[in-house]
């Protein structure tokens, strides 16, 4: 179903305001967008992945409408916050699959960290969840710009319209977060970890 901002905006209104039906109707509108990008971070997972998108969508949309203390403002901002659970779904996945492996095959995903000829493939979950959370506490913009972009899969100019900076400021912090998780997780492949 092709949905508008304003349609999916009017639609968390309504769950703000206590509106069961809302709940049904805002999956309606947004669960293509969601399986979509669902898809596309389990399309570069090993073979044999667990976790298939329809339950990475589930599991994200239901820690999403049980977040009864945001004050939902716009389709930009859904995706935002889902960006965040996103991540969190999949790097919790990984945690319970690694634990039960006793530290076995890290879940590894596709990102593209840098414009560089030696980027690698593929990073291990928990270390670009480590990774970005070490960046947050040196640049809290540039690590919301990697989730935003990576995990909630938003535009350029959407990520600029939730984090209210120019579409320069979020394309320079999106080419120097990579290139720091690049190094950072490179780092990480050298020591083992």
Excluded at 53 to 67: D, F, K, M, N, S
Excluded at 156 to 161: L, N, Q, S, Y
Aim: hydrophobic share 40%; with cysteine.
């Amino acid at each position: 179903m092709d949905s508008t901002p304003n349609q999916i905006t009017h639609a968390l209104a309504d769950l703000v305001d206590g509106r069961r039906e809302a709940a049904d109707q805002l999956l309606t509108l947004v669960y293509d967008e969601l399986r979509s990008l669902a898809a596309a971070h389990l399309r570069d997972e090993r073979k044999g992945h667990t976790l298939q998108p329809t339950a990475l969508v589930h599991e994200a949309y239901l820690r999403l409408i049980g977040q009864t203390e945001v004050n939902w403002q716009s389709k930009a901002h859904f995706f935002a916050v889902a960006a965040t659970v996103i991540r969190r779904v999949l790097v919790d996945h990984a945690r319970r699959t690694n634990a039960a492996k006793r530290g076995g095959d890290y879940q590894r995903t596709a990102i593209e960290l840098a414009n560089c000829e030696s980027t690698p493939d593929q990073v291990d979950l928990p270390n670009l969840d480590y990774a970005l959370d070490k960046l947050a506490k040196t640049d809290e913009r540039k690590s919301r710009v990697v989730e935003l972009r990576y995990f909630a899969g938003l535009s350029i100019p959407e990520t600029a319209e939730v984090l209210g900076v120019s579409h320069a400021t979020i394309e320079r912090d999106w080419r120097l977060a990579r290139a720091w998780l690049y190094d950072e997780l490179k780092r990480d492949d050298i020591n083992g970890t």
